[in-house]
């Protein structure tokens, strides 16, 4: 059973460029969730995606965008980067009506 | 969004339980009640999760109040291993794929 893979590990941007992260969901799994995690906080719900459509959606502005493939693998596009998008962003994989979520270890984005 | 109360930091000896406890005054008949934790430098990682009865897995266990306004997961022997952040989550069972929404969670230090 392969677990949640996310790419790449660690980031450096430039404020106002895009960014595009990447996530392989567990074998089997079906939905796809997207988090943000500052420093010194828990995780922030950013979207999630069942079949390829956005299905939920946290507080987040519109900059931040995301695909799911037919292999379920998933996309998180951030356009016009700030400063405060800095910070851990994980991809978590699940069942639809399964019980727990599959975390990935996260991609460390800082912008400067 | 129904909201849980965990101590910010707790510290166990090793080779000792550890009893974590939250709050949830708010939960409503179909929560349930999830725990997972964060090890440094990864994503969460789920615990373990139940409704109303006490449960039991190779992780943890998790004590339920009679009126389920609040919960206890037990480590059984702490090692160095288990220094983590746990987060205790509600989720609604029959609202879909709903995200976790996560608090600041428990920092738990485990000393030699």
């Known amino acids: 059973e392969t677990g949640v893979t996310q790419s790449p590990t660690h980031l450096i941007k430039t404020r106002g460029q895009q960014v595009t992260l990447r996530c392989s969901s567990q074998?089997?799994?079906?939905?796809v969730s997207w988090y943000q995690q500052a420093l010194g906080q828990g995780p922030q719900f950013i979207f999630q995606?069942?079949?390829?459509?956005?299905?939920g959606r946290g507080n987040f502005p519109p900059r931040f965008s995301g695909l799911q493939f037919p292999n379920y693998s998933s996309e998180l596009n951030v356009n016009a980067l700030e400063l405060d998008d800095s910070a851990l962003y994980l991809c978590?994989?699940?069942?639809?009506?399964?019980?727990?979520?599959?975390f990935g270890s996260g991609t460390r984005l800082t912008v400067v | 969004d129904a909201k849980t109360t965990q101590p910010n930091s707790m510290e166990s000896n090793e080779e000792e339980p550890v009893h974590l406890p939250c709050n949830h005054s708010?939960?409503?008949?179909?929560?349930?009640i999830h725990w997972y934790r964060q090890l440094p430098s990864q994503g969460p990682e789920y615990v373990i999760h139940?409704?109303?009865s006490n449960v039991n897995n190779r992780m943890a266990s998790l004590a339920i109040a009679e009126d389920r306004k609040s919960s206890t997961l037990i480590l059984h022997r702490a090692t160095l291993r288990d220094a983590a952040v746990y987060y205790c989550?509600?989720?609604?069972?029959?609202?879909?794929?709903?995200?976790?929404?996560f608090g600041k969670g428990t920092r738990l230090s485990v000393i030699a």
């Open positions: 978590a994989s699940s069942l639809v009506g399964g019980a727990g979520y599959t």
């Open positions: 074998s089997g799994h079906n939905t």
């Open positions: 995606y069942y079949r390829e459509e956005e299905n």
């Open positions: 708010t939960i409503s008949g179909t929560d349930y």
């Open positions: 139940g409704l109303t």
């Open positions: 989550i509600l989720r609604d069972h029959y609202s879909g794929n709903t995200p976790l929404v």
